[in-house]
């Protein structure tokens, strides 16, 4: 006798993508006039991920950024980019690393992205002022580009270079504390802006000293204090021992949206 079989009902098998890597150091060292900044560094970002760095002053963040920029010569070590390139890294510099009197306007520092799309001693075209409006638009700044610079508030400084860096394409961007003296308003929208960049794919990597906005917001958090003292969800990361050995003393930090003290004590192993 003849059967028919049932059909089965085929579900679809979920496919798992690999995530991308964006960026790998690898055993960085760095030194400054016989003083190391950053020892053995060794970390991964994934494409599309968003991590904080926090560490004290003097800690190596700037240093660790500059380097990853090829800013920096490092003595050991080495930074590779995943994207296509050194173009693929925008950086917004910290405020007081740029000279805001110097008489530019918006749209012309947004124009310094394109460099590579114009070819040195060539004028920009129409084409090239079309991709700088538009990577106004997208940090809400289409309305001032023709100020100068240094008429800029805090914040709308920031968005300026994150326009500098979507001009030039960029897939990596790196921040050197964007939100330092700029007013929890503009950091709010500052942060929409990188969160709306990053829901379109873009890679962000910043440092910080906001330890609570670290936690909230980001994937993951890089604690540097000179060495990487631990690299992971803020859950792993804002472990006493860890807070200690980068703080020392008393400091403060969240868990479950509460202050938590810290002292000394604390750390076993520092
Ligand atoms: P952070 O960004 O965490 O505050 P930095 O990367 O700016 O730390 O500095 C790390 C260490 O390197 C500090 O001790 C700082 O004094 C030193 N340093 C930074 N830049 C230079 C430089 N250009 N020349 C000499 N030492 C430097």
């Not at 900044?37 to 560490?55: D, H, M, P, T």
């Not at 394109?114 to 060539?122: A, D, N």
């Not at 008429?151 to 326009?163: C, D, K, N, P, T």
Request: with cysteine.
């Amino acid at each position: 006798m003849l059967t028919v079989a049932e059909p089965i009902e085929m579900k679809p098998v979920p496919v798992r993508v690999p995530a991308r890597l964006a960026l790998e150091v690898r055993d960085l060292t760095v030194i400054y006039n016989n003083e190391p900044a950053l020892e053995n560094i060794s970390f991964s970002v994934k494409a599309g991920e968003r991590v904080a760095i926090i560490g004290p002053n003097g800690a190596g963040k700037s240093t660790l950024i500059k380097t990853v920029m090829g800013m920096l010569q490092p003595q050991a070590g080495m930074v590779k980019i995943h994207e296509s390139g050194r173009y693929c890294l925008g950086y917004v510099p910290q405020h007081e690393g740029v000279d805001w009197s110097f008489p530019a306007t918006v749209r012309d520092v947004v124009m310094m992205g394109r460099i590579r799309q114009i070819g040195w001693l060539r004028w920009p075209g129409r084409a090239q002022w079309d991709a700088v409006d538009v990577a106004l638009e997208r940090v809400g700044m289409a309305d001032l580009g023709d100020r100068q610079i240094g008429e800029l508030s805090g914040g709308q400084r920031r968005r300026v270079f994150i326009a500098r860096a979507l001009a030039q394409e960029a897939k990596i961007l790196l921040l050197d504390e964007p939100f330092s003296g700029v007013d929890a308003g503009a950091q709010a929208s500052l942060m929409d802006v990188l969160d709306g960049l990053n829901t379109e794919g873009m890679t962000i990597i910043l440092c910080t000293h906001d330890l609570a906005l670290a936690f909230k917001r980001f994937d993951r958090v890089l604690a540097l204090h000179q060495q990487l003292i631990a690299y992971g969800t803020a859950d792993e990361v804002y472990q006493p021992s860890v807070l200690a050995r980068l703080y020392g003393g008393q400091i403060a930090t969240l868990e479950n949206g509460r202050l938590l003290f810290v002292d000394d004590h604390h750390c076993n192993d520092c």
